[in-house]
């Protein structure tokens, strides 16, 4: 009697599977009904997908086939990082810092790899916020731009740390462009590179300064407004500057966008022209990968582009539109055509070759395992986005012709909206978002939260968009992994959209059960394993550091099991 390999029992069924690498087991478990079932109810096959979709390569994964002892590390590592954020977990302060600012202006703190950085009126702060005994570091102006003395002085455009590269990117330009020559290109911003941890010219750049140059597209001469729009964008040895020009005549105004393509290390640049209306103040690019951006115009579009070749050629694929918008509620005039503002967050990029590989986080989230949030700030009614990165991936960025695809079509299935207001801090990694709100609950679906108070306190939500990890987590029944508590953001009464905004994908919502002061909070930044919360005293800034307390998953028992299938 010949018995087919459906026939056999689960348990073998999934033991059968693990042998295989994640793509081999991805197409064998849409072949039927009982492979389908068998990979979705084991969660050690989940944990394994899990384990390749945040950077675990082939090889490894084929050796854990064939090595129960690396299969229960592996997983026991990624229960225990799963465990970290579960519903009421706990936090302990590790490091706290009072820096002196010593300036009346700061501008905004950025934080990765557990370092933090800020701009200072005139001086660069770095601090590494894993190590109490190191002092920060401080750089004066005139020591991060090297530029020769243009007329019209200097102005201080972004200035990004990358600590995994130990590099500080600096971006500064002449603030206005007189152009006597239509047929000759201008500087419109130089960029330097820098070592982070010493202060001195990167050493793996061919060339530490770059002059970016312009040519200016108008025969008329006239004054020439350059402005850059945002922080520039690294992935890699790739960094990516926005920038709008301004054009003035006696007949109108033109606005036109640019990027400029930068190869850092073999200090190449060029600059392509593209197809977007240019607003400095409504405009926001990310850089996916070192392929792909996206740009957010003021006409609510999300418009995907794919670098290619060696100079980075701008191709556009897709635009997304989002919702139509309320007419204004103020009745001016001036006020009806105003745009809303829209901040992105994002996890940071791990990419490139590490000149500390000691910070890269132990599981870095692959590209279609992460979220990008949207905050959507108009006059009244503000709204969060949540996406799915997935969506920038497969058909959208092999488009052959320009697409526009409609907010039916892809808002619904990749996206979740929730109410929001301006006060409510935010922060990104992977596919996991902190939010701090008033309450130590999750709120109810389509529910509008209240300002934080600046006399009370705030609590820390973490919210995890992981598909996978929420398939798991409703269809597997795991002991040793916490109890997860899945919601859905619901149906949006008031919103700043025309249309109906009703989100019925999960999500995995958690709070921290201790509650933090409110007085001068100024951020939270979300890492894979911390909380970094800033304060901003009166000439100074308050640096606390904070880490959930772990709920242990025993590695013999995980390997025991492993041994049992």
């Known amino acids: ?115 933090l950085w800020v701009w200072r009126m005139d001086s660069l702060l770095i601090r590494d916020c894993r190590n109490k005994i190191k002092l920060p ?112 005549t006696l007949c109108n105004t033109a606005f036109n966008m640019f990027i400029q393509v930068i190869d850092w290390r073999r200090g190449h640049v060029k600059i392509h022209a593209l197809c977007e209306p240019g607003d400095r103040l409504h405009t926001n690019l990310h850089l996916i990968d070192k392929h792909t951006i996206i740009i957010i115009n003021p006409k609510r579009h999300i418009v995907l582009y794919t670098l290619q070749g060696l100079d980075g050629s701008p191709r556009r694929r897709t635009t997304y539109l989002l919702p139509i918008l309320k007419p204004s509620l103020d009745s001016s005039p001036e006020s009806a055509s105003t745009f809303p503002y829209y901040v992105v967050y994002a996890s940071p990029s791990f990419h490139g070759a590490g000149a500390h590989p000691d910070l890269m986080p132990s599981y870095v989230p692959s590209p279609e395992s992460q979220i990008m949030i949207l905050e959507i700030l108009p006059i009244s009614w503000p709204v969060i986005m949540v996406i799915d990165m997935a969506m920038f991936s497969g058909k959208a960025i092999r488009s052959e012709t320009p697409v526009e695809i409609p907010w039916s079509d892809w808002g619904p299935k990749y996206t979740w909206c929730f109410p929001h207001h301006p006060s409510h801090r935010i922060s990104v990694f992977g596919s996991k978002m902190a939010y701090t709100l008033p309450r130590d609950r999750t709120p109810e679906p389509g529910q509008r939260v209240e300002a934080l108070s600046p006399e009370d306190h705030f609590y820390v939500h973490i919210w995890d968009f992981n598909k996978r990890l929420i398939a798991r987590s409703e269809n597997t029944n795991d002991p040793d992994s916490p109890e997860v508590v899945i919601r859905k953001p619901g149906r949006i009464a008031q919103s700043c959209f025309d249309e109906d905004l009703t989100s019925n994908r999960p999500y995995i919502a958690s709070v921290c059960a201790e509650a933090f002061s409110m007085h001068r909070f100024d951020r939270v930044f979300l890492e894979q394993d911390r909380l970094t919360l800033t304060r901003s005293p009166a000439g100074f800034i308050d640096i606390q550091v904070v880490l959930p307390v772990p709920m242990e998953v025993g590695f013999e028992s995980e390997r025991h099991r492993e041994e049992l299938l």
């Open 1 to 115: 009697m010949t018995v087919g390999l459906s026939s056999l029992p689960t348990e073998l069924i999934c033991h059968i599977l693990l042998f295989l690498t994640p793509k081999d087991l991805c197409r064998c478990a849409i072949t039927c009904k009982t492979f389908w079932g068998a990979a979705q109810n084991s969660v050690h096959i989940q944990y394994k997908l899990e384990l390749y979709a945040q950077g675990l390569n082939e090889a490894d994964v084929i050796m854990m086939g064939a090595d129960s002892t690396s299969v229960a590390r592996k997983m026991c590592s990624l229960k225990n990082l799963a465990s970290l954020w579960r519903s009421g977990f706990h936090v302990n302060t590790v490091f706290q810092d009072l820096v002196t600012s010593g300036e009346h202006f700061i501008g905004p703190q950025s934080v990765k790899c557990g370092t």
């Open 137 to 248: 570091h401080v750089w004066p102006e005139h020591d991060l731009f090297k530029q020769p003395r243009h007329p019209h002085g200097l102005v201080m455009h972004s200035i990004v740390v990358d600590p995994l590269q130990d590099l500080v990117v600096a971006i500064s330009s002449p603030p206005l462009c007189n152009l006597d020559d239509t047929q000759q290109d201008h500087v419109v911003f130089w960029v330097d590179f820098w070592l982070a941890s010493s202060q001195l010219p990167h050493p793996n750049s061919v060339r530490t300064s770059l002059e970016c140059r312009h040519l200016c597209e108008f025969s008329v001469l006239n004054t020439y407004l350059v402005h850059i729009v945002g922080r520039p964008a690294i992935c890699g040895d790739r960094i990516v500057v926005l920038y709008c020009t301004n054009h003035r």
